[in-house]
């Protein structure tokens, strides 16, 4: 029932441009992730075509590949790097240097990044550390857990790996999990509406009367704490821009607000707009009422 409420806020005023998506041009889009987890597979059974370099051994794919690709209506430029690699591993290799900068380029350049996972050994420190580089870059995040057909069992597993994703990557709460296999097909049906709908919530925005509701019943529900005796008070609310979402909360004393109090909001926010996975942008006005003396 609360999930269904707050749900609300993104149904109203569809009149009044209440969420909207900006204007698209083709869908930028990187494939990622550490050595040997079948990027370039993924990249070639998505195009239907031999595209990239593909090997058994870790760091084939020596430079980014970038292909136009048109999933139904959407024109789509298709990139595929080179996995990122430990800085001790790379050492002296100047080609895999390259295709480091390469990725971390393409991350920069992409709008959605889909980071491939090795269901076999899903969470590796490397992956975290390639996801939490692309929540840095603000970009949206689509898990895709490779090599799905190598696992024998099945049952319960997508939501073990749920929980461990959002227990070790808070930043991504809620993205995109889709189980494929490169090798047979197996899923990628699931794999391009989830990237469609990443790039829908990335661009996203949301009008400023649904997002001071949002306010009033977020605050009403877990107000802020008080700080050296004085309570901090949110007194308004606005989206100053999308790619990633970007919010504005104008108050007093909000540079006292805590870090768990931002990530409440965060995740409230998730829920009622449909942002799950897409990194948000909090900037802190302590100020009054932009609006106060037009009245």
């Known amino acids: 029932e609360r999930i269904e409420a707050r749900a609300q806020y993104a149904r109203e005023e569809g009149a009044e441009a209440g969420t909207e998506s900006e204007e698209k041009g083709p869908l930028k889009l990187a494939i990622v992730g550490r050595p040997k987890v079948g990027k370039s597979s993924l990249f070639n059974r998505l195009l239907g075509e031999e595209r990239a370099l593909t090997s058994p051994e870790a760091g084939t794919t020596r430079d980014a590949v970038i292909a136009k690709w048109k999933a139904g209506e959407r024109d789509i430029l298709l990139h595929d790097t080179a996995g990122l690699r430990k800085k001790a591993r790379i050492a002296g290799h100047t080609l895999e240097e390259l295709s480091v900068d390469s990725t971390l380029e393409a991350i920069r350049f992409a709008e959605c990044v889909v980071i491939v996972i090795d269901a076999t050994m899903p969470f590796e420190k490397q992956d975290l550390t390639i996801a939490d580089l692309i929540a840095r870059e603000g970009r949206a995040v689509v898990f895709a857990v490779n090599k799905w057909d190598l696992v024998e069992n099945r049952g319960g597993k ?10 070790l990557l808070p930043q991504v709460w809620g993205a995109p999990l889709i189980a494929v296999s490169a090798r047979t097909g197996e899923g990628l049906d699931r794999l391009l509406p989830a990237i469609e709908e990443a790039d829908r919530a990335w661009n996203l925005r949301v009008s400023t009367a649904q997002l001071n509701r949002f306010l009033e019943d977020a605050l009403q529900r877990h107000p802020p704490p008080a700080v050296s005796g004085r309570r901090v008070r ?52 302590t100020s009054k009422n932009p609006f106060a003396d037009n009245r």
């Open 158 to 167: 997508i939501s073990e790996l749920r929980e461990k994703l959002d227990r």
């Open 234 to 285: 949110v007194r308004y609310m606005t989206q100053v821009k999308a790619r990633p979402p970007t919010f504005a909360l104008f108050g007093n004393q909000l540079d006292a607000l805590p870090e768990h109090y931002l990530r409440y909001l965060t995740n409230e926010l998730r829920e009622a707009f449909a942002l799950k996975g897409i990194p948000m942008r909090f900037v802190l006005r």
